[in-house]
């Protein structure tokens, strides 16, 4: 987006956010790697988090550009905006045990809670409606959003590829904290962030994966999304 559309088009307006630390739970993992990597190439400082420092460490060394690795504790009290992207099996047990760590920062879930099954994936739906609102359910003192869901994994990671040619639904209660969640999936060239809608709204946005998966065995692809006249 240029400067000229950004004026006649103020609902594209996003906030600095180049002095914000962006933690990473669940950072070794592939999608926590990818999200790692590419923000950190385009000058954000990042630290990726595991229950393990060691691994997180040699994970952030792997990473490189300035990455760092802590046990996870110590990513959320350090953090301004913390991604989280555990597996779903251990999202509420993570969360719980981070709550006060998390007092007041801006929490990106951009878990999926799928299952899998000889069909192929399928969504879950947490008692809570989604993992988002799970995450906000236990964290009462925290600025929940929910970003992130879309991405592959594959091309995140591979640094031949240059762009990322996807927008980022981004959805919360608090605008403020989704601006700054948009500001930063912008960072990334090829993407925007794109602000689809309050917290109640994230299952849809997470059952979503369970499509692309199938359009990405279909089609053998990394299929992202796009949200047109926008």
Known sequence: MTSLESATNPAHEVPDVSQLV???????????????????KAGQQVIIGSRDAARAEASAAEIGVGV?????????RES???IVAVPWDGHAAILTALREELTGKIVVDCVNPLGFDKQGAYALKPEEGSAAE???????????TAAFHHLSAVLLQDESVERIDTDVMVLGDD?????????????????????SGRLRNAHQVEALVANLISVNRRYKAHAGLRITDV
């Not at 799970?134 to 929940?144: E, T, Y």
């Open 22 to 40: 962006v933690g990473v739970l669940g950072g070794t993992g592939d999608q926590g790697r990818g999200l790692a990597l590419r923000l950190a």
């Open 68 to 76: 760092r690795g802590a046990d996870n504790a110590t990513v959320a």
């Open 80 to 82: 301004d905006v913390v």
């Open 134 to 144: 799970q995450a906000a359910a236990l964290l009462p003192d925290s600025r929940v």
């Open 175 to 195: 605008r403020d904290a989704t601006d700054i969640v948009r500001a930063l999936a912008g960072l990334i060239p090829g993407m925007r962030g794109i602000y």
